[in-house]
Structures are given as structure tokens and as C-alpha cells.
């Protein structure tokens, strides 16, 4: 079964400043994999997604990730992060024959002036 | 296209009462899925559904029911409300596999007192 491990709870980062959030994961196979984020009271929204091809994801709001098989990574990037970006981020996997997701403990970002 | 809807938002039971939490979608997925949301535990599987009945049992089953009479609803039943029930619920679905990603609904925050 896989499984996905976020080792940051919390990160607190300046506005403007860069933002990476880690995620690791267990899978045999070549996995599906996912970055969330959670608003305050909001539902999930998905930011980007790898399955095949390019490494290196573009997702929305200017975030991107990247793929490392050898590290069985996922970790998201953003250059320059907004007070807007503040909320919880969740990693997710996925299998190729299966519906089901497996998703981390979250990490929460909160973004100073 | 209202995308998944899950009512109510809140609600408030007493040890014992039993409830349903609705969830419907309009984007014609075949796979829905009931998840809670615990502080520090990220998500975690109630049930889902591959289709119009066809329900399965995730990680957390205990004390919940499902049921799909049709692709568009999939309610989430709690047969005796217990405070360790207290939660946040989503409800989320997808096309064919998990490789698209899910949507999700606002969730229902659930307080059992």
C-alpha cells in the first residue's frame, strides 16, 4: 500500500520569500502524486499533478514540484510566496490501478509581513 | 456546474443520534469517497464508491454507512453518534482513476457532544 510522509507540521516563511514543502513517499511503482491546498474553512484544491513524463510540474498559482524518483520525493516550490498563500498544504498518492489516494498529515504555511 | 455539494456545513449531535451527510455530484464521476479530516492525521478513508452500487470499506470504517443508488449521491450515514466522531467531512470524486485527481466538497464540520 502507499503511503505519504510530510516532515514539516508547520513552516513560517516572510512574504516574498521562497517556499518548499517536503513530501515523501512509499510506492513500488511508478506512483500518481498530487499537492492540495486547504484555505481556512475551504475545501481541498488540487494544485498540481504528476504521472508521467516531465519531472518538473507547472501547477496553479505558481507553484511547481518536482518528481525524484531516487529520493521518492515530491517536494513543491514557489520563488516568491504571498500573504495569500498562507493555509495547509497535503501531499497525495495514488497507484495506476486503483481509485484510491493516500494522503500526508499536512503542512501549515503561515506567511509574515 | 456546482461541482460536489455536501450539506449541511455544520451540525451539532448528541451522543447517540444518528445522521446523514449528503454529498452529490454533477461532473458524471464514477468514483466518490468519504474522508475525515483530524488535526495532524491529514485525511483518512471512511468508504468510496467505483460506481452506482459498488461501495468498499477504507481505513477508518467503523460506525459509518454508505450506500449508491445512483452515480450522483453517495450519503455518508452515522448509525450512533459518538464524540470521537467529531470531525471535518469530505466528500470527493473522480473520473475513472486517481490519476485526474479529485474534487472535493466544502465539507461538513460535525460536532458530537
Known amino acids: 500500500a502507499q503511503s505519504v510522509t510530510q516532515p514539516d507540521i508547520h513552516i513560517t516563511v516572510s512574504e516574498g520569500a521562497s517556499l518548499e514543502l517536503r513530501c515523501n513517499y512509499s510506492y513500488g511503482a511508478t506512483p500518481y502524486l498530487f499537492w492540495y491546498v486547504q484555505s481556512p474553512g475551504q475545501g481541498l484544491q488540487l494544485l498540481l499533478k504528476y504521472f508521467s513524463g516531465d519531472t518538473l510540474v507547472q501547477g496553479i498559482k505558481g507553484f511547481e514540484a518536482e518528481f525524484k524518483r531516487s529520493q521518492s520525493s515530491f517536494n513543491l516550490r514557489k520563488p516568491s510566496v504571498h500573504w495569500s498563500d498562507a493555509a495547509e498544504y497535503f501531499c497525495?498518492?495514488?497507484?495506476?490501478?486503483?481509485?484510491?489516494?493516500?494522503f500526508g498529515a499536512g503542512t501549515t504555511v503561515t506567511v509574515r509581513a | 456546474n456546482a461541482g460536489v455539494t455536501q450539506t449541511p456545513k455544520f451540525q451539532v449531535l448528541k451522543t447517540g443520534q444518528s445522521m446523514t451527510l449528503q454529498c452529490a455530484q454533477d461532473m458524471n464521476h464514477e468514483y466518490m469517497s468519504w474522508y475525515r479530516q483530524d488535526p495532524g492525521m491529514g485525511l483518512r478513508l471512511i468508504h468510496y464508491s467505483v460506481g452506482a452500487g459498488i461501495t468498499d470499506q477504507g481505513e477508518v470504517p467503523n460506525g459509518y454507512n454508505v450506500s449508491r443508488s445512483t452515480t450522483e449521491d453517495f450519503p455518508l450515514r452515522l448509525l450512533s453518534a459518538a464524540p470521537s466522531q467529531t470531525s471535518v467531512y469530505f466528500c470527493?470524486?473522480?473520473?475513472?482513476?486517481?490519476?485526474?485527481?479529485?474534487?472535493f466538497g466544502s465539507g461538513t464540520r460535525l460536532t458530537v457532544v
Open positions: 470527493a470524486s473522480s473520473y475513472e482513476q486517481a490519476n485526474y485527481g479529485y474534487t
Open positions: 497525495a498518492v495514488g497507484a495506476s490501478n486503483d481509485y484510491k489516494l493516500s
